[in-house]
């Protein structure tokens, strides 16, 4: 616990005799012996119901802070930090490779979730449990002393890359470094035959590679980082970082000006060569990076911007933080006392031509017959599969989609369809040069109601995909309503959130949902395999 400094903006803590509460500190001590830095709790716990104090120190007012060692980079967070993935999530854009965690217990599902989501390795006190990128316990992991010493050894060498255009990149790679390196997977969920569509790891069915060096590789000096720069491949944190600015760029300009100047390849690339990189310019200060300065972009009629392609090997610029924070959480739906079992049935194409889109209706409108009649209340159909193209692009109130309102109707079900919108008249976003004349519309979901009637729709909010040479997204424009939600009779908030991180042949499905009987027997199965509770 550090003491308050007397300048310190708190108050007084009048239950401890006006003594300052201080802050709940870490201090990382280097190899010489001196102190490297500190991290000061960003979320101490635990204020109670009644408002009272906390006893945990002061929150923080710096909240992230990260430190470059001689092994890599590293962030800390402290115990009840965990509840919070911003703080997290900071620490993901900082490009950390590891997170010190020390805390008063486990850390349990978090911690993993955010070790897989967001590709760094964590390194708890509570339990002990040191775990790597993919969420999964470090596998030498074992226990001395009395069982209270853990120690494992991590490989911050191992990365992710993503299929999206380095597939055949990498693919060469492997072969080239035969011995060296190599791909390793997570067996999960779809490992088990009859789970999914086919069976697959973790890490394959996320559409990732996650790529190693053999302990031959590490013998001989070999580095996966340094290979995937030697052969421009982007790591899947680079992807995913180039993505988030392009697109946000994309949203920004479009809220900036009805008719902005785009390269002839379509859409603006991630970063303008008016944008200097400035490690002093804050964080949140400009929508196209993080630390950049950036001039505005320029109306048509004036002088032309160039966008520049983002080199995948320099410093990867990071749009926002979070692209919207909350201050004040929505109030939960109103509890409800229905079950709903859920059914897929997969094999259905997305994202479909337009020399598709009548057999996909004919096809999407057998299945949601066939569902209903099974006792489904919900069914859900894949991305796009009535369009996935501009050239075919429907409207919201079209004939297709109320063929889907009348079978809504006749068995009073909901169903959630995927499919490519006309972009309206006045929308900001400019005319795709590659079509001539077309707007490239919006990858939008519709949910109609048990009346026939539509409840929502949903604009995709990150496209899939810009390329590192900055060319076009063929996936819609990105949606400036950005998250929404739909309360429906049987207390589900719905919200379809499609990603870039699939597999095509094994991601999209119809899925159905239906009340599920009351079963008594219920409390007496006290045990499942974990394949089981996941199915």
Known sequence: RQMCIRDSPYPADSSHGDRKLGYNTVVIIGRDGEMVGYYRKSWPCCPGPDGSSMDDGYPSRELVKTF??????????????????????????????????????????PMRAYA??????????????????????AQDLHAVVDKKLFMATLDLDMTYTHDDFVAAKVQQLLTNYTGLIELLAVPEYCSTPHNCLQTADLVRQSGFYLIARTDRGYHQGVSVRQLL????????????????????????????????????????????????????????????????????????????VEMGPLSVLSDVLYADTRTAVYTTPAAPPDPKK????????????????????????????????????????????????????????LELDGPEVRSFGALAKKYSIYIVLGLRVVAPADDPYPV?????????????????GRDGEMVGYYRKS??????????????????????KTFDLDFGLSLIHISEPTRLLSISYAVFCLKKKKKNHNLQKQQHFSYTNRVT
Request: charged fraction near 20%.
């Open 338 to 393: 229905s079950k709903l079992k859920l059914a897929a049935i997969a094999g259905m194409e997305c994202c479909v031509p337009a020399a598709n889109v009548s057999t996909s209706i004919k096809l999407g409108l057998e299945k949601v017959d066939q569902a209903a009649r099974l006792g489904s209340s919900v069914v859900v159909l894949p991305e796009e599969f009535m369009c996935g193209e501009a050239e075919c692009a």
């Open 229 to 304: 720069r030697e052969h421009q491949i982007e790591t899947l944190r680079e992807y995913q970082h180039r993505s988030r600015a392009a697109i946000n760029m994309q949203r920004q300009a479009a809220a900036a000006s009805p008719n902005l100047v785009r390269r002839s390849a379509g859409v603006p690339s991630a970063v303008p060569p008016s944008c200097n990189y400035n490690s002093s310019t804050p964080a949140h200060a400009t929508p196209f990076g993080r630390n950049t300065t950036c001039e505005p972009l320029i109306p048509d009629g004036s002088s032309r």
């Open 116 to 137: 897989q989501l967001y590709h760094f390795n964590i390194v708890p006190v509570g339990w002990g449990d040191i775990t790597d990128i993919t969420g999964q316990v």
């Open 462 to 483: 990150w496209p899939c995909c810009p390329g590192p040479d900055g060319s076009s997204m063929d996936d819609g424009y990105p949606s400036r309503e950005l998250v």
């Open 432 to 448: 795709d040069p590659v079509r001539s004349h077309d707007k490239l519309g919006y990858n939008t979901v519709v949910i109609l």
């Open 68 to 109: 470059d060692l001689d092994f890599g980079r590293v962030g800390v967070q402290t115990c009840f930090d965990m509840n919070f993935d911003d703080t997290w999530h900071q620490l993901y854009a900082a490009n950390v490779d590891m997170v010190f965690w020390p805390s008063a217990y486990g850390g349990g599902m």
